[in-house]
């Protein structure tokens, strides 16, 4: 009696886990091709354009705005270290999630501090993790800088909004 229940059991179990196997192997082949269409190039547009917005924020000595843009990066950059993307056999997400947090972190202690000479450290060495990954990656020839320009091509005033409440 206590054999044939036993045997019930472990043949129960046995198709059960054959079930949960399935499900994940399809699980992961759905994964696998989530991070195949995975918009690397443009959520690294974004990132650019974001931390082109978050310069000219600090410029014009808006930290709320800047704080804004730089909670943007850090959401694009997380969002691509959860993707499981890889590129050109680089380990992009991971990659992303390594260097670039520690980067970010610093501009946000520089922005909530409101001290431009700590900003501007930190943003120079965001840039330089930019570009550390982009050699890292074999893109190399996709260098980002410090903005130079005036801010003036956005159709965007980065001041303080003087009717703010
Ligand atoms: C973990 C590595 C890594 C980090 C960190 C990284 N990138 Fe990239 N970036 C890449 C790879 C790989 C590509 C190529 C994507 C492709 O082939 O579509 C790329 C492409 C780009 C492009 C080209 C897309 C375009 O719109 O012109 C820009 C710009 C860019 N990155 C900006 C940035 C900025 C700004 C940062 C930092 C805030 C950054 N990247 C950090 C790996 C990285």
């Not at 019930?8 to 196997?21: E, M, N, T």
């Not at 690294?44 to 410029?59: F, I, N, S, T, V």
């Not at 959860?82 to 520089?110: C, F, N, R, W, Y």
Request: glycine fraction near 6%; aromatic fraction near 8%; proline fraction near 4%.
């Amino acid at each position: 009696m206590k054999t044939s229940i036993l045997i019930v059991l472990l043949v129960l179990s046995i198709s059960a886990s054959g079930v949960l196997w399935r499900r994940v192997t399809a699980l992961e082949k759905q994964l696998a091709a989530q991070s195949a269409d995975y918009p690397l190039g443009e959520m690294m547009g974004y990132m650019q354009r974001y931390a082109d917005k978050l310069w000219y924020a600090e410029e014009a000595g808006n930290w709320e705005l800047a704080e804004f843009y730089r909670g943007e990066i850090a959401e694009i950059a997380e969002g691509i270290s959860q993707a499981h993307v890889t590129k050109d056999g680089a380990e992009v997400s991971k990659m992303i999630g390594e260097m670039l947090p520690p980067a970010i972190e610093e501009v946000t202690k520089a922005v909530a501090a409101r001290d431009s000479g700590q900003f501007r450290r930190s943003y120079q060495s965001m840039v330089t993790t930019c570009n550390g990954c982009h050699e890292a990656t074999k893109h190399d020839f996709i260098r980002i800088s410090i903005p130079a320009g005036s801010p003036l091509h956005w159709n965007q005033a980065f001041s303080v909004n003087p009717t703010s409440k």
